[in-house]
């Protein structure tokens, strides 16, 4: 059976990119799916191809993408090259005359990919990119796994109480206003392409009731069946014995990355509650690539001044040895589906405290997985975390049931095994 996935990581192409935010658990999967079926990934790189592959490049005159076919340890790869908004000039252009042409070039690409592997069955990870649009010009059976959805995710870009008009204009910079409207065009491009590509994909893969329900608000004959993530290989491996002990110092820890709807302004607000109000002594570490500047200036909090401490991004073995070694973890968003961080904090038995939104509550049962806290809400946070941390016994049995749960809903082989059966069970359908 031939699989093509069209994904927002290069997985395991060994000269594109990283794994960080998300990118992981792809190839994560590719490792338990690649040895049972002829695979091929697709992805999109904004680095030009004569950099990162010595393969022959398909490109047409007076176009702007380009994409390769490369194949590496039994996988083949399809690197395709968006040559659109390099410069600031491209992007001043595209939010006067929108990304439409961009994306017409995109798809033709896509179809070109899946006219030259000829798969039996294409896998579209997430509906945020144009992805998902080559279902329109295919009669191979598609599948979309559900990742974030950018709607709802708009929504709630910004922090409550934040206007459009205070985000744009943080900051009195000609060349930061526009970056920041462009920015906004292709949210509001994003979520049109998106209803467009639920509206037409029939079966889906989600892992959250949130999910299931977001998807049939734009389709309700749609056909969605549970899929689950395998999560990045060393926290599986962990020995949780020899590195986990609850600290006698409260000690947190976040992995978040830099939008706005992430709720680093929570994060703020919270530790200024812990310092001020409990006076407990404590330390934050935040991974991830945040930029505090604007979630300092809206709330009026440094963040040294309040025990946070930017740990920039990390690998999988040093969060590893960060979340284990904390009391618990924190998950401050405003809007998330199932977030990696959160389900990566569990299988290491971290107790873990987060927001009340999107499809946390399926991965959260709370008071025995975990605890959910009202959106937004500082007190909320403050008030449960300080109450975890005087109750060790507490602490030790929800991150126990925490690892319990994580182990089965993220295990390897099962998910692989109901993954291949899908395929098998729609490469014999009509699409």
């Known amino acids: 059976m031939k699989v093509l ?12 990119g990283s794994a960080y935010n998300g990118g992981g658990w792809v190839s994560a999967l ?35 993408v380009n994409w ?50 000829k798969p039996d ?19 191979v059976p598609v599948i979309l796994h559900i990742q974030g959805i950018v709607n709802p995710y708009f929504k709630d870009f910004l922090p409550p109480g934040v206007s459009w008009r205070r985000w744009l204009l943080d900051r009195l910079s000609p060349a930061e206003i526009l970056h920041k409207c462009y920015i906004r065009r292709r949210w509001q ?13 029939r079966h889906y893969l989600g892992r959250t009731r949130w999910d299931h329900a977001e998807v049939l608000k734009y389709n309700a004959g749609a ?8 999560m990045r290989q060393p926290f599986y491996e962990a020995d949780i014995d020899a590195i986990s002990d609850i600290p006698a110092r409260l000690s947190l820890v976040t992995t978040i990355s830099e939008p706005t709807y992430k709720g680093f302004d929570l994060v703020l607000r919270t530790a200024q509650l812990l310092k001020e109000k409990y006076a407990i002594p404590f330390e934050w570490k935040v991974f991830g690539n945040v930029d505090p500047g604007f979630f300092e200036r809206i709330t009026g909090i440094r963040t040294a001044a309040v025990g946070v401490t930017l740990a920039g991004v ?32 569990q299988l290491l038995g971290a107790a873990v405290v987060a927001t009340r939104v999107g499809g946390l509550p399926s991965l959260i049962q709370d008071g025995e997985t975990g605890f959910l806290v009202r959106k937004g809400n500082a007190e909320d946070m403050a008030e449960r975390i300080v109450a975890m941390y005087r109750n060790k016994e507490l602490l030790r049995r929800v991150g126990h049931n925490a690892r319990r749960t994580a182990l089965q809903r993220h295990d390897r082989e099962r998910i692989a095994d109901e993954l291949m059966s899908l395929y098998q069970q729609l490469a014999v359908r009509p699409s």
Request: with cysteine.
């Open 314 to 345: 990390a690998g999988p073995e040093e969060l590893v040895q960060a979340i284990a070694k904390a009391s618990m973890y924190v998950h401050p968003s405003y809007i998330d589906n199932s977030p990696n961080g959160v389900c990566e904090a």
């Open 68 to 117: 390769a076919c490369e194949k590496q340890h039994g996988v083949t790869y399809y690197p395709v090259f968006n040559g659109y908004d390099r410069s600031r000039t491209d992007r001043f252009l595209t939010l006067l005359r929108g990304d439409e042409r961009q994306t017409f070039d995109l798809v033709e690409s896509f179809i070109s990919i899946v006219e030259d592997f």
């Open 30 to 64: 590719e490792d338990e799916i690649s040895p049972r079926v002829e695979l091929a990934v697709a992805f999109v790189t904004r680095s030009p191809l004569g950099e990162i592959t010595k393969a022959q490049v398909h490109s047409r005159p007076g176009h702007k």
């Open 189 to 201: 491009s994003a979520c049109a392409r998106e209803e467009r590509i639920l509206r037409h994909i």
């Open 121 to 139: 069955i294409i896998q579209v990870f997430g509906s945020e990119h144009a992805f998902g649009l080559v279902a329109e010009h295919t009669d």
């Open 5 to 16: 996935w069209f994904a927002n990581t290069p997985s395991h192409f060994s000269a594109a």
């Open 223 to 230: 056909q969605i069946h549970e899929g689950g993530e395998i």
